[in-house]
């Protein structure tokens, strides 16, 4: 039997997607800096409020609350697609050096057999 889940105030949600924003922004310094191990701790908690919020959230959302929560999320969007093309980036460096140690691999198999 599953347990219901326990009402969580709009302050606490609120409070969330702040906090989502700000590890955005964190995330973001971290790929920046090309610490990636940095990156991968933030996301964990950060994946970790979004899913709460997207448990939690059933209210309509007015007023300044409205536009704090719209606010929270245009900084996690942001932050979301930088980091998206600074991975790309140290994805396409990674692969150089393997491309040329698999061809260095594949000229030695077929040269010595």
Known sequence: MS???SPVSRNELLEHYRSMGRLSGQMLEAARAGDWDRLIELEKIRFHLESEV???DTLAWEG???VDKAQALRLV???GEEIAAL???R???LRAPISHANMAVKVNQAYNG
Do not use: D, I, V
């Open 3 to 5: 347990t219901p889940l």
């Open 54 to 56: 997207r448990r939690h």
């Open 64 to 66: 300044q609350a409205a």
């Open 77 to 79: 969007q942001a932050g």
């Open 87 to 89: 991975a790309a980036q």
């Open 91 to 93: 994805m396409k460096e």
